[in-house]
């Protein structure tokens, strides 16, 4: 039996470049042998002592909701609830293109079989702490000069890798190899380019 690679792998849910890779290591799952474990991150956390424009701060301030409703299901209800949560709410968010935070988490927790009261938790602090905890569980491993998402695997984290559209099938399972071949390379840091499209969903 070949044994199966762990993966943990951090995302904000508001983040449209987190929602693409998630979709993309779904797809390696189905052709390479993974596990994933999901954890959460906070862009609004990660960014609140930076100096930004006033609107994009008031962003911030809203994408705190979705993310704390998953940290309090993954408390109260365990972690097998994240990406159930996290597809429910990716979905409406990215693909339905909407904003309307109280309705996307209210109907989230319903399609993932979550009670309704959780969607309290998107205006409380009660469970920051264990969301920065998760957080930093992943950051810590990379640096605070990148964003979501964040993937670890044997050892390695890495930021991204940032994609358009999500890969799926073989093509899925080779960027996975790739992704292991940089990750199991002492001393790899980096490899970039200047995007020059947008998320793109389809």
């Given at each position: 039996?070949?044994?199966?690679?762990?993966?943990?792998?951090?995302?904000?849910?508001?983040?449209?470049?987190?929602?693409?890779?998630?979709?993309?290591?779904?797809?390696?799952?189905?052709?390479?042998?993974?596990?994933?474990?999901?954890?959460?991150?906070?862009?609004?956390?990660?960014?609140?002592?930076?100096?930004?424009?006033?609107?994009?701060?008031?962003?911030?301030?809203?994408?705190?909701?979705?993310?704390?409703?998953?940290?309090?299901?993954?408390?109260?209800?365990?972690?097998?609830?994240?990406?159930?949560?996290?597809?429910?709410?990716?979905?409406?968010?990215?693909?339905?293109?909407?904003?309307?935070?109280?309705?996307?988490?209210?109907?989230?927790?319903?399609?993932?079989?979550?009670?309704?009261?959780l969607a309290?938790?998107?205006?409380?602090?009660?469970?920051?702490?264990?969301?920065?905890?998760?957080?930093?569980?992943g950051t810590?491993?990379?640096?605070?000069?990148?964003?979501?998402?964040?993937?670890?695997?044997?050892?390695?984290?890495?930021?991204?890798?940032?994609?358009?559209?999500?890969?799926?099938?073989?093509?899925?399972?080779?960027l996975w190899?790739?992704?292991?071949?940089?990750?199991?390379?002492?001393?790899?840091?980096?490899?970039?380019?200047?995007?020059?499209?947008?998320?793109?969903?389809?």
């Amino acid at each position: 039996m070949t044994d199966r690679e762990q993966v943990s792998f951090w995302f904000d849910p508001v983040c449209p470049w987190a929602w693409l890779t998630s979709r993309w290591i779904l797809e390696a799952e189905k052709v390479r042998p993974i596990d994933i474990e999901w954890h959460v991150m906070s862009l609004a956390y990660l960014n609140q002592d930076r100096d930004l424009p006033d609107d994009y701060r008031e962003q911030l301030r809203q994408v705190w909701r979705p993310v704390r409703v998953i940290t309090a299901a993954i408390e109260q209800h365990g972690r097998s609830y994240t990406l159930p949560l996290y597809t429910a709410m990716g979905t409406r968010i990215h693909l339905g293109k909407r904003t309307d935070w109280d309705a996307i988490i209210a109907e989230a927790l319903a399609e993932a079989g979550l009670p309704a009261d959780l969607a309290a938790a998107a205006d409380s602090t009660d469970f920051d702490d264990a969301l920065k905890a998760d957080h930093h569980a992943g950051t810590d491993q990379v640096g605070t000069d990148v964003g979501t998402p964040i993937i670890a695997v044997a050892g390695t984290a890495i930021f991204g890798p940032v994609v358009t559209p999500a890969p799926t099938g073989e093509a899925a399972g080779k960027l996975w190899d790739g992704v292991l071949a940089v990750t199991s390379t002492p001393g790899f840091y980096e490899i970039k380019r200047t995007r020059t499209q947008g998320p793109d969903f389809k």
